[in-house]
C-alpha cells in the first residue's frame, strides 16, 4: 500500500474490530490471572502461549482498528 493509500474499514467492520479486540483482550486477562491458579507445569506452559498468542492478535486487531471510520466524512 503507497503513502497516501489509508486503509479505511467500514463502519461494520469497525465495530466488529473493536468487538474482536475486546473479546481477545478479556480472552487474555483471563489466561494470565489462571495461571496464577495452575500448579501443573504442562497447563501453565499451554496458558503462556495462548498468552502470547492473544498478544500478538491484539497488537494486529489494533494496526486494523487505526484505520477506524468514526465520522461520516
Do not use: P
Not at 496464577?36 to 498468542?53: H, S
Amino acid at each position: 500500500m503507497d503513502s497516501e493509500a489509508k486503509e479505511v474499514l467500514a463502519f461494520h467492520e469497525t465495530m466488529e474490530t473493536h468487538e474482536l479486540l475486546n473479546f481477545k483482550t478479556i480472552c487474555l486477562v483471563k489466561a494470565k490471572l489462571m495461571q496464577g491458579l495452575c500448579f501443573d507445569n504442562d497447563l501453565k506452559a499451554l496458558m503462556e502461549k495462548d498468552v502470547q498468542l492473544s498478544m500478538q492478535a491484539i497488537q494486529e486487531l489494533k494496526e486494523h482498528y487505526a484505520g477506524a471510520r468514526t465520522t461520516l466524512t
